[in-house]
């Protein structure tokens, strides 16, 4: 069995965590500018 308490996942949940941001960021800008379109 793996015990996961004992696994250093920090430099992975970093990478994760970075992405997540980016992605987030980008859908937001996305968002904000189809709502520009429509009410334009």
Do not use: P, V
Request: a negative charge; aromatic letters at 8%; hydrophobic letters at 30%.
């Amino acid at each position: 069995m793996l015990d996961f308490s004992r696994i250093d996942l920090s430099e992975w949940y970093g990478d994760i965590e970075t992405k997540a941001q980016d992605q987030i960021e980008s859908e937001m800008q996305e968002s904000i500018e189809d709502h520009h379109e429509k009410i334009e």
